[in-house]
């Protein structure tokens, strides 16, 4: 169909020379119909996966308006600071607005604990707005990983060798909608030095294998609970992508193997070819069908109630009023219990809205006024103690403070992702 970017991004003009057909945002007469997906780059080059993620977006039959920001706290190594500043928002930015999906991309820091990453806590509280604000999300390599920690506490392995290649992939759920289209032992292009195994993916939890590799392991993994779809892999590639990576490394004097079926009987020489191309457009267009479905569920009437009481309306400089979302397993109990624990401790919502997912899982936000700051957190955490059924709780008051709280309810006892905080300053 077409992709509306702005008309200065570098993407914009790489992609109209290959044809394609790209719109600035003041060329779009469709209002409202473009699917609007928030990508969070993370990786090195990013004008370079600017042009990967448009192009197979812009390559399905839906109209797609991006929108490319990084956490507050993140600093680009390798991307100019000006590329960022011109055509990047901040989280805290765009963290109130509307999205259908959300990509989030690999990063090269998977050799590093998660909790040493410098943007770790920003990042699980992203994963926290993606599973109860955006229709439907899809991770990226490293991000896959990162997302199954913070969603099911699922480790990473390192592997001995750098996995590297183009391998084929068979396809464990061939019924699955995400997989039609796809032919058995679809190529994927793969480039990590971790692993997910399946051994260690939770049962009973909506998750299941799509795809995987005799060579390189679990390439596809769909968790309907999250509305997520974890790509361990990079179908978004180019055709030298790969080659690229292997001569850096070995300028750089990095250990790297050959990447296994790439290039033409194994010569670094030859050019290899995209044989990937048309199984990322199926997929990415699969995807889209899926993040179009849910918004015209939620247009519908079905999963979203409006505002309760008032809309929360701009907020006033200076004021001191905290907004707060809860996810709880008991749609029909959630809001009065949430209104009497609120209560209990000597306050009454502003506003308030919910929306329910599938039967089970239903979010409560609100807004409260007169609180901020420490003493927000402190009562998030009495209404979380207090609500049957809470699972997971994120706040953030009109100063920027706030973030992740409650990670899961296993955290308190021990047993699940540690409690933690995750604070970031206002933009």
């Known amino acids: 169909m077409a992709i509306i970017l702005p008309t200065d991004l570098p993407a914009a003009r790489r992609l109209r020379a290959e044809g394609v057909d790209v719109l600035a945002p003041n060329e779009d007469r469709t209002v409202g119909s473009a699917l609007r997906i928030a990508v969070l780059n993370l990786m090195p080059n990013k004008p370079d996966t600017e042009t990967?993620?448009?192009?197979?977006?812009?390559?399905?039959?839906?109209?797609?308006?991006?929108?490319?920001?990084?956490?507050?706290s993140y600093r680009s190594k390798t991307t100019p600071a000006d590329h960022i500043d011109a055509f990047y928002a901040r989280w805290s930015q765009i963290r109130d607005c509307e999205f259908d999906g959300l990509i989030v991309t690999g990063a090269p820091v998977e050799t590093l604990l998660f909790e040493d990453v410098t943007y770790w806590r920003e990042l699980c509280a992203i994963f926290d707005w993606a599973r109860t604000r955006i229709g439907e999300s899809f991770y990226i390599c490293w991000a896959a990983q990162a997302a199954l920690q913070f969603f099911?506490?699922?480790?990473?392995?390192?592997?001995?060798?750098?996995?590297?290649?183009?391998?084929?992939?068979?396809?464990?759920?061939?019924?699955?909608?995400?997989?039609?289209?796809?032919?058995?032992?679809?190529p994927i292009p793969v480039s990590r030095h971790t692993a997910v195994r399946e051994d260690d993916l939770p049962g009973g939890r909506g998750i299941e294998v799509l795809a995987a590799s005799a060579e390189s392991g679990?390439?596809?993994?769909?968790?309907?609970?999250?509305?997520?779809?974890?790509?361990?892999?990079?179908?978004?590639?180019?055709?030298?992508?790969?080659?690229?990576?292997?001569?850096?490394?070995?300028?750089?004097?990095?250990?790297?193997?050959?990447?296994?079926?790439?290039?033409?009987?194994d010569d670094p020489a030859r050019c290899p070819a995209q044989s990937w191309r048309g199984s990322a457009r199926i997929l990415f267009r699969n995807w889209l069908d899926e993040v179009w479905h849910h918004r015209a569920g939620r247009k519908n009437g079905h999963q979203a109630m409006d505002w309760l009481f008032c809309g929360p309306g701009p907020v006033p400089v200076g004021a001191s009023l905290t907004d707060m979302r809860l996810e709880v397993e008991e749609p029909l109990t959630a809001v009065p219990a949430v209104l009497r624990s609120l209560a209990s401790a000597g306050h009454a919502p502003t506003a308030l809205k919910t929306a329910k997912y599938g039967t089970a899982d239903c979010t409560v936000t609100l807004r409260v006024n007169g609180v901020g700051g420490p003493a927000a957190e402190a009562l998030l955490r009495h209404v979380f103690d207090t609500v049957p059924g809470a699972r997971r709780a994120t706040f953030r008051d009109s100063q920027g403070f706030g973030?992740?709280?409650?990670?899961?309810?296993?955290?308190?006892s021990g047993t699940g992702l540690p409690a933690a905080r995750a604070t970031n300053s206002a933009a």
Do not use: W
């Open 52 to 72: 990967q993620i448009c192009r197979v977006l812009a390559e399905t039959a839906y109209r797609v308006t991006p929108r490319f920001f990084v956490p507050d």
């Open 218 to 265: 679990l390439g596809l993994v769909r968790d309907r609970h999250n509305r997520a779809v974890y790509m361990f892999n990079h179908l978004e590639y180019d055709a030298d992508t790969l080659s690229r990576e292997y001569f850096r490394d070995l300028r750089e004097g990095r250990p790297v193997p050959l990447p296994r079926h790439y290039f033409p009987d």
């Open 403 to 412: 973030g992740l709280v409650v990670a899961s309810a296993a955290a308190r």
């Open 152 to 186: 099911h506490g699922v480790p990473k392995h390192e592997l001995p060798e750098k996995m590297f290649g183009v391998f084929p992939h068979r396809l464990v759920r061939p019924d699955a909608p995400l997989l039609r289209g796809l032919e058995e032992g679809f």
